[in-house]
């Protein structure tokens, strides 16, 4: 049986707004790159034939590119312009998706994701058609109700991350409907049109890089891999 080609879609529309910086979050510097660039490489370091589709709004692509040069940036991948929302931007990076494939979309601020995680994700979504990456959440929970709030046990919960993985027919079909105010994700794109989600075990290490303290945490993983 032929073995499908893998993507990554690397969605990186964010701002840096809640990182209180005038960069583009995907663009500050950890460790001596841009976390974007982080993120490449550990699919890059996964498999050197992935296909990667960096997502990115239309008016940074010249930065990048200008940033791809400042640090001799060699990985090869395609830029595609994003949309209004991430609904809009991963429905764009699946124009570059050509054929049946397997495509996983990732954050592009989530630059520590083990490659052992990508493979049980392309692996699972190969076998199942889905699969998504979560942990379990270490906190307690408390749902919000109109009395005030009740705790809930939180061994039926999951925290969702990226990367999600799906064969590119079914997340096409998925990115035909409209966008919906609940779609919060890919998972939730997928399941609206009865597919089921596969869960992979993911890695509290695997951070979305959003808030000043998150650069911190950033640093010291970026140390340790080094």
């Known amino acids: 049986m032929a073995?499908?080609?893998e993507y990554a879609i690397i969605v990186a529309g964010g701002s840096g707004t809640r990182m209180q910086q005038d960069v583009p979050k995907q663009f500050i510097e950890v460790a001596g790159?841009?976390?974007?660039?982080h993120t490449?490489?550990?699919?890059?370091k996964y498999n050197p034939a992935v296909r990667m589709v960096v997502v990115l709004p239309q008016e940074q692509l010249i930065a990048w590119r200008e940033l791809c040069r400042k640090y001799s940036?060699?990985?090869f991948h395609m830029t595609v312009a994003g949309g209004a929302t991430r609904f809009g931007s991963v429905k764009n990076g699946l124009d570059a998706v050509q054929g049946e494939a397997l495509v996983a979309?990732?954050?592009?601020?989530?630059?520590?994701?083990d490659t052992d995680t990508i493979k049980a994700a392309f692996d699972a979504a190969d076998k199942y058609g889905s699969a998504v990456v979560a942990v379990a959440p270490k906190d307690s929970i408390r749902?919000?109700?109109e009395q005030g709030s009740m705790a809930v046990p939180r061994v039926k919960y999951k925290l969702v991350q990226t990367p999600q993985c799906f064969r590119a027919s079914i997340l096409r079909k998925a990115y035909e409907q409209p966008e919906l105010a609940h779609f919060t994700d890919d998972a939730s794109v997928v399941e609206s049109i009865g597919e089921t989600i596969t869960l992979v075990e993911g890695s509290y290490r695997n951070i979305k890089i959003t808030t000043p303290e998150d650069l911190i945490l950033a640093e010291a993983f970026a140390k340790e891999l080094g």
Not at 33 to 37: F, G, H, N
Not at 40 to 44: A, D, S, T, V
Not at 105 to 113: A, K, N, Y
């Open 143 to 145: 749902e919000l109700t």
């Open 3 to 5: 073995i499908l080609p």
């Open 105 to 113: 979309v990732h954050d592009g601020v989530r630059p520590f994701v």
């Open 33 to 37: 790159k841009p976390i974007l660039m």
């Open 73 to 75: 940036f060699k990985l």
């Open 40 to 44: 490449m490489e550990r699919f890059h």
